[in-house]
């Protein structure tokens, strides 16, 4: 492990998050490799930490000011053993290769898990949607677009959405795509209802979350009613992880965004959480306006060189990190353990640093990575793929069916596989055991390709 590390650092030497992601799954695969000793012989990890191909790509667009701006694109395929590559777009400036590459890489074992027949991907850009009028995010989907379409189709490359890119960025990308194409095929997901979406999509990543942690807590019979709940991020996993953890009885008492967090004692409830997508979705605005809002919520500013993020330093009973990656280091792990916190279930990709991981696992939590925890998204992405193939809408109920019986399934085989390997209850080797056999296994029938 070791040496393969120490290959991948020397020849990307900045990539600091796609180490850490390789790096989590390398520590957990050993027993894999130690079954398996002509894996070695074969190259495998050497392999699958390399990409099978990376896009770069200049993103020239005109602002409203008549101003040319030059943003850079990138779409990651990283590997297509077990089906067309697929993750998603995002749009934020803190995009470069090193946080695709990572993104791409848990895509791989993330889609292996869903039991559908997706290979992983991801892509994006450094252009930041935040401020930006109606417009000149469609003049820039529209240039990424133009260059990225000769890249995708269904049965090559699927992306969907992430952070920055939602319902709107998916409807100008798909625009451009069909008339450049001359077809309407289901070639990105996360499509709005009207023109081949699924149902349930929008929640699905956030409703999976909470079905997860609910399947996690129905081991011990215990049941989310009644908890208090630490939930950060106000996008889409967020709000539909907040909805769902209402209906299940528990009670959430923060939300976030970059520029701050609210604790709200009293709870989210359905009200404000409306108010919260109005804020959100409609007028994007700032997480602050919920405490002008209502007066029982405390906003605090988010302090970027604070060695802690106090949103994780409340009495709770679970977290759901549904914001960014590494939003939860090693400081806010222990704040965790020593406010009660008993489970933290990831909403986003990779939002524990590897230190906080060990302190989960040390003090036995119940610990879901986002790999397993966040697979509803691109599970009701598949499902969305495989309607448009068929040309057929399912109602909400047989998604939502679909979709649970999905998180029960990747639930299942993390604890099945974590016990086979001598690691019962830790979910994090279950999960990256079980994703990547799938994936080595489709590899080595396909031969050296
Ligand atoms: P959205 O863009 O809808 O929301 C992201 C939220 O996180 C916003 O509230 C945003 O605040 C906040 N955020 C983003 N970057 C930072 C940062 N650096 N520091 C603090 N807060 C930040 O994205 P999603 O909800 O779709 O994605 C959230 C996470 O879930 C990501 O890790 C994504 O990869 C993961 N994920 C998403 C899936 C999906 O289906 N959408 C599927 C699986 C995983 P602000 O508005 O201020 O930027």
Redesign the pocket.
């Known amino acids: 492990m070791t040496e393969i590390m120490e290959l991948i650092t020397s020849r990307d030497p900045g990539e600091k998050e796609f180490h850490q992601a390789v790096e989590e799954v390398l520590e957990t695969v050993q027993p894999v490799l130690d079954r398996n000793p002509h894996y070695r012989k074969l190259a495998i990890l050497e392999r699958i930490t390399e990409p099978e191909r990376v896009i770069m790509f200049r993103v020239p667009w005109v602002d409203d000011q008549g101003q040319v701006q030059v943003n850079r694109g990138f779409r990651i395929e990283m590997n297509s053993a077990i089906g067309p590559y697929k993750g ?1 777009l ?1 749009f ?1 400036p ?1 995009v470069n290769l090193s946080i695709l590459k990572f ?1 791409a890489f848990e895509q791989v074992f993330k889609n292996a898990l869903t039991t559908l027949a997706m290979g992983g991907g991801k892509g994006g850009s450094d252009f930041d949607p ?1 401020g930006k009028s109606d417009d000149e995010v469609m003049r820039f989907c529209q240039s990424f677009m133009m260059e990225l379409f000769r890249h995708i189709g269904p049965n090559t490359d699927v992306p ?7 319902a709107r960025e998916i409807g100008f990308l798909f625009g451009m795509y069909k008339r450049l194409r001359n077809e309407f095929t289901g070639v990105l997901t ?1 499509k709005s209802l009207g023109w081949g979406g699924s149902l349930i999509r929008p929640e ?2 956030g409703y999976g979350c909470v079905y997860f942690a609910a399947e996690m807590l129905a081991t011990k019979d215990e049941s989310l009613e009644g908890k208090t709940c630490l939930v ?7 709000q539909y992880a907040v909805e769902k953890l209402i209906e299940l009885g528990a009670n959430v008492v923060t939300m ?4 701050g967090y609210i604790y709200d004692e009293e709870g989210i409830d359905e009200e404000k959480l409306v108010f919260v997508k109005r804020l ?1 979705n409609v007028r994007r605005g ?2 602050r306006e919920y405490a002008e809002e209502y007066k029982e919520a405390v906003y605090t500013e ?1 302090d970027p060189s604070a060695d802690h993020n106090p949103l994780w330093d409340h009495k709770a009973d679970c977290a759901f990190p ?4 590494n ?1 939860i280091n090693g400081k806010d792990a222990n704040n965790l353990v020593h406010n009660g916190v008993r489970l933290v279930c990831e ?5 524990s640093t590897l230190e906080a991981i060990d302190i989960f696992l040390e003090h036995q939590l119940f610990y879901a990575p ?1 790999k397993a925890s ?2 509803g ?2 599970a009701v992405s598949g499902l969305e793929m495989a309607q448009n193939s068929m040309r057929l809408n399912w109602p909400r109920e047989e998604v939502d069916y679909r979709l649970q019986n999905i998180m029960k399934s990747i639930h299942r085989t993390c604890l099945d596989t974590s016990a086979e390997y001598g690691e019962s209850g830790n979910y994090l080797a279950g999960a990256n055991i079980a994703g990547f056999v799938k994936v080595v296994d489709a590899m080595l029938d396909q031969g050296l390709v």
């Open positions: 998603g995002r934020h803190s993104l935040k969907a959405g992430d952070i920055g890119v939602g996360g699905a990543t950060s991020g106000a996008g889409n996993v967020a976030s965004d970059s520029s959100k700032r997480i988010a549904c914001a960014t990656q939003e909403g986003a990709n990779m939002p986002g966040n697979a998204g691109v």
